[in-house]
């Protein structure tokens, strides 16, 4: 594509990434995503439209409210650039109907993956409205593009497994150890990346969230009986897989 598409998909990408920090602020406390106006979340005075520009508002205010000067979180801007960049990244560099509708559906997965990520970190949550819109979203691309047996063993052992291992750890230990958004996000997970790739899924971002876990500890960033969000681990290794798949499939095959 010429340079003014990948502008064009940059730009798209930041707006997108604006309407994602609203996602990830109101969602989770159940506050309407379109008619409600933004706010200060300091003050409550209300934002004017020229406040909401992707990026260049953090710049122009200098990283204050322009009414009560309270810091800005740098989680804001840092979105709309990352949903730009990404938007940027995945445009594809021939024109069709095809690669557009490719773009359209691994850019959707990635917003969703956003949402997620930065939901888990506040509230140690996986909304079940963003697992129903990714997997509304992944049904129909893995029955036309892969055999049966990829999507539904996958979906299978995906949900599976986690149960199982949950049910198993509140049996012996009495607590419970996945929560049931990580449990349906591995299961649609698999419905796209097959019985092996789930497989690793799992296994991969348990080592993840073990290396993050014990990370956190050693620099007293949490302690050892607080729970720490697992879904940040699944994303990133689920991002990687889905991504960066050849890198992937390598790593994989050293496992599997």
């Not at 650039?81 to 850019?107: K, V």
């Not at 593009?145 to 230990?173: D, E, Q, S």
């Not at 929560?179 to 789930?198: A, E």
Request: net charge positive.
């Amino acid at each position: 594509m010429s340079n003014l598409f990948s502008i064009y998909a940059f730009i798209f990408g930041c707006m997108i990434g604006s309407f994602l920090n609203v996602v990830i602020l109101r969602l989770p406390v159940q506050k309407n995503l379109v008619s409600d106006r933004s706010v200060c979340p300091k003050c409550s005075a209300q934002l004017k439209w020229y406040h909401n520009i992707p990026l260049l508002s953090f710049i122009f205010l200098k990283g204050k409210c322009s009414f009560c000067n309270t810091p800005i979180s740098w989680r804001y801007p840092l979105i709309e650039l990352l949903t730009g960049l990404i938007s940027f990244w995945l445009l594809p560099d021939h024109p069709g109907a095809e690669n557009f509708g490719y773009y359209l559906f691994f850019f959707t997965i990635a917003c969703v993956f956003i949402c997620h990520f930065f939901i888990d970190l506040d509230h140690q949550l996986l909304l079940d409205k963003l697992n129903i819109y990714l997997l509304v979203l992944i049904i129909p691309y893995s029955i036309f593009n892969f055999h049966w047996t990829h999507w539904l063993l996958g979906g299978v052992l995906g949900f599976a497994v986690p149960l199982f291992v949950t049910w198993l750890f509140y049996k012996i230990r009495g607590q419970v150890g996945l929560g049931g958004g990580d449990i349906k996000l591995f299961g649609i997970l698999g419905l796209l990346l097959g019985p092996m790739g789930i497989f690793f899924t799992i296994f991969l971002s348990c080592f993840v969230g073990a290396v993050i876990g014990l990370l956190m500890i050693a620099t007293r960033k949490m302690i050892k009986e607080n729970p720490m969000p697992f879904g940040p681990a699944i994303i990133l290794v689920a991002s990687f897989q889905i991504f960066f798949p050849e890198m992937a499939h390598d790593i994989q095959s050293w496992f599997f």
